[in-house]
């Protein structure tokens, strides 16, 4: 017999704040902001500055909440039913009745429309209204990707990893195209932020690894055992900091120096940080290590990356 509350319709901020698990955003959002002041900083492949303008700067901050408010939304939506069944995830708020599935419904869709309608604020560079659908879908996509594929946790890494790519084509047009090679920059920022993604949600995956494999759903945990999810997820951290590593050189109009490589090593440190903080046999750290480290290396790569490409 089920005991939950009725679903309410409509829902406090907060409950809806906690819903797209807004204070994640927070280790999301820099890698986006780093791109753009990258892209900023770069000239352009004719030499000439990057025109600015403040409301391409607002449409990035509103397709970055808005694009991760609708996917997040969406997974909760396609997942309330695993989630009632997980006992890790049956207080979320659909299953819970916190939020009901109409609801969060209509907030997904008005997620996705806000989304992109944004992209229009950086017109005439078509390229992020033309490319917005394609990657609203790819974005949602994640969600259902569990059910059939164990590289779900690549996925969302891809999936994170658009927000630099997109936020420099965003900032400098067209022109990022022409050559190709302009886009050299972002695309080893996007792959650093593709491994570390995978890395840490498959550490987060090891929680439900028995109910994974009990349900049939797919991830690094339940096909590997979460020793060998453990080993997979340092392999893709230390991907990560290679990319990192060869930023500098392969993309030097970008200008970054010395305290980019003071950034590099405390991150290192970081990152073999999160992984003293969990070992497969102890999991109980796994929020401080996925939150608080995670939050401290996006930040950190933040501040020392724009301070150095626009002042040193």
């Not at 406090?12 to 890698?31: E, K, M, N």
């Not at 030499?47 to 600015?52: I, R, S, T, Y």
């Not at 808005?66 to 997980?86: P, Y």
Request: a positive charge; proline letters at 6%; hydrophobic letters at 55%.
């Amino acid at each position: 017999m089920n005991s939950s509350p009725p679903p309410r319709s409509g829902g406090r901020l907060a409950d809806w704040l906690g819903l797209i698990r807004f204070s994640h955003t927070l280790f999301a959002l820099p890698f986006a902001a780093l791109a753009t002041v990258m892209a900023i900083a770069t000239p352009l492949p004719s030499g000439q500055a990057v025109d600015l303008r403040i409301r391409d700067l607002v449409g990035i901050l509103i397709c970055m909440v808005a694009a991760r408010s609708a996917a997040m939304a969406f997974n909760r939506l396609v997942d309330h039913k695993i989630d009632a069944e997980n006992p890790r995830t049956k207080g979320r708020h659909i299953p819970a009745g916190i939020l009901s599935r109409q609801s969060v419904l209509w907030f997904t869709v008005g997620c996705g429309v806000a989304f992109v309608a944004s992209t229009a604020l950086f017109l005439p560079n078509w390229i992020p209204l033309a490319a917005s659908v394609p990657v609203l879908l790819f974005l949602l996509g994640y969600s259902l990707a569990k059910r059939f594929t164990s590289a779900a946790h690549l996925w969302l890494g891809i999936a994170l990893s658009l927000s630099p790519l997109c936020a420099w084509v965003a900032i400098r047009g067209p022109a990022s195209l022409d050559p190709l090679s302009d886009l050299v920059a972002p695309l080893l920022l996007a792959a650093s932020v593709a491994a570390w993604v995978t890395g840490f949600d498959i550490i987060y995956a090891c929680q439900d690894q028995a109910f994974d494999a009990a349900a049939g759903l797919h991830s690094v945990p339940s096909r590997f055992g979460v020793a060998g999810a453990f080993r997979i997820a340092a392999a893709s951290h230390g991907v990560m900091l290679i990319v990192l590593a060869l930023l500098p050189g392969l993309a030097p109009d970008v200008g970054f120096s010395w305290l980019y490589w003071i950034a590099w090593v405390c991150i290192a440190g970081l990152v073999v940080r999160q992984h003293t903080l969990v070992r497969p046999n102890d999991l109980n750290r796994v929020n401080e290590a996925f939150f608080h480290a995670n939050v401290a290396i996006s930040v950190l790569l933040l501040v020392a990356g724009s301070i150095d490409c626009l002042w040193l």
